[in-house]
């Protein structure tokens, strides 16, 4: 049940007065949660790789053409030893680096301190820490959401709106203004992105959405200035984030959503800058009504390697463990896939969803998700349940929503 309002509101800047109209709504949900614990893990140590033919060539040109002492030859595997041999050798390049003022001495310091710091990102895998054990937990899943929507045109056939939303702790949690005509649609605001709007997630499940592991991950998520422009089904998006002064922020998406036989197919495309790093998403379902599918995968390249962090790594040589703190990550950023696909059947009242992704990350294992669920229809209010197996982390709702 919504109430809707009818309000005559006079536009600033624009022509004609316009009849404006103002709908109220809201959600409610009140259920169960169970999170499945996970069991304590201990500490996995690393190991020391082979060092290559470049690496050693690095290291040498960096040393006035001669091999450091003690630094072990290629295709030699790395020992504490040498690892320390290498690391001393960059602090003194950094010190000598503190103390060059030629502009062109400098570059060549930072350069060879660079590629120094290549060599010792490679020369062994880091460890993990241990885990501690987490114990099972089920709690209470309740949430009160008011939203407001505002829209009208005026004589001149230019529409606008407003939107906004707040939960139970008072607070608006999002808000956009738009306004549209023959040259498109403008946006401001806690938007999308161009790239996600056209390419969108596939289809979740449960009361809760189970930590929504259904959703890609989308740079633009904080964009704030939008534009769209449709015609004969095809729709073309561009977004950024108006408070990014340096580098790249925008995202562009096209859609394309037409008729097949009877059936309603739709295609995405969609590709985001944001600073280094660029995402390139694709998405395409087909809904017969009662069935719909989609599929979308996203590829994000965070750009220049090497973009190096200190943290602790533990390395085993001679049957001993050693903790080394330094730069031993090879990218703080590393390039990640997204690839997963749902698939949802309503029959009378009754729908189920089931979705399956998975998320490669380089230099690390895949993370698998997937998940089942199913809503009942009661008239005013449905019955919802769901199970999503997180990487291997079991995680459960069940309860009613209501809308009003």
């Known amino acids: 049940m919504k109430h809707t309002f009818l309000a005559t509101t006079a536009l600033v800047a624009m022509t004609g007065a316009a009849a404006a109209e103002i709908t109220i709504s809201g959600t409610g949900r009140l259920g169960l949660v169970s999170t499945e614990g996970t069991v304590a893990k201990a500490a996995t140590l690393g190991t020391f790789q082979a060092v ?4 050693v060539a690095a290291v040498t040109a960096s040393n006035s053409g001669a091999a450091l ?36 001495d400098r570059k060549v310091l930072q350069t060879q301190i660079a590629s120094l710091k290549a060599v010792a990102a490679d020369s062994h895998t880091a ?45 608006t949690t999002s808000g956009s ?64 984030n108006t408070a990014v002064t340096t580098g790249s922020n ?33 998405s395409a379902s087909i809904s017969t009504g009662a069935l719909t599918i989609k599929a979308v995968t996203s590829t994000n390249d965070n750009g220049p390697d090497r973009a190096v962090v200190a943290e602790k790594a533990m390395v085993t040589t001679a049957g001993s463990e050693v903790v080394y ?14 690839t997963g696909v749902s698939i949802s059947y309503a029959m009378d009242a009754v729908s189920v969803t089931a979705f399956s992704k998975t ?10 998700y997937s998940g089942f669920g199913f809503a009942y229809d009661m008239g ?15 995680l459960m709702d069940f309860g009613v929503s209501f809308s009003f």
Do not use: C, W
Request: aromatic share 6%.
């Open 69 to 104: 002492t003690n630094f072990v030859t290629a295709g030699t595997t790395q020992t504490v030893a040498s690892l320390g041999v290498l690391n001393t050798h960059i602090a003194a390049q950094e010190a000598l680096l503190a103390t060059t003022v030629v502009l062109a």
């Open 177 to 240: 203004q738009f306004i549209s005509g023959a040259f498109g649609k403008i946006s401001m605001g806690d938007l999308d992105g161009a790239d996600e709007n056209a390419a969108g997630n596939i289809s979740g499940v449960g009361l809760t959405g189970l930590t929504d592991t259904n959703d890609f991950t989308y740079a633009s998520s904080s964009h704030n200035l939008g534009y769209e422009y449709s015609m004969s089904g095809i729709t073309f998006g561009y977004s950024t």
């Open 250 to 282: 925008s995202a562009m998406g096209l859609k394309y959503t037409g008729d097949m036989g009877g059936a309603t197919v739709t295609v995405g495309l969609g590709q985001a800058k944001i600073g280094t790093a660029t995402q390139s998403s694709m």
């Open 380 to 394: 005013g209010v449905t019955l919802k349940a769901g199970v999503v197996d997180k990487n291997d982390q079991q």
């Open 52 to 55: 290559t033919t470049a690496g």
């Open 359 to 368: 998320v490669s990350t380089t230099g690390s294992a895949d993370k698998d």
């Open 127 to 171: 460890g993990k820490e241990a885990v501690d054990a987490v114990a099972d937990k089920t709690s209470a899943a309740n949430r009160m959401r008011f939203s407001f929507k505002g829209t009208g045109e005026t004589d001149g056939g230019i529409s606008f709106g407003v939107s906004g939303r707040f939960e139970q702790s008072n607070t």
């Open 325 to 338: 703190a330094g730069d031993v990550t090879a990218k703080a950023a590393p390039d990640t896939d997204e």
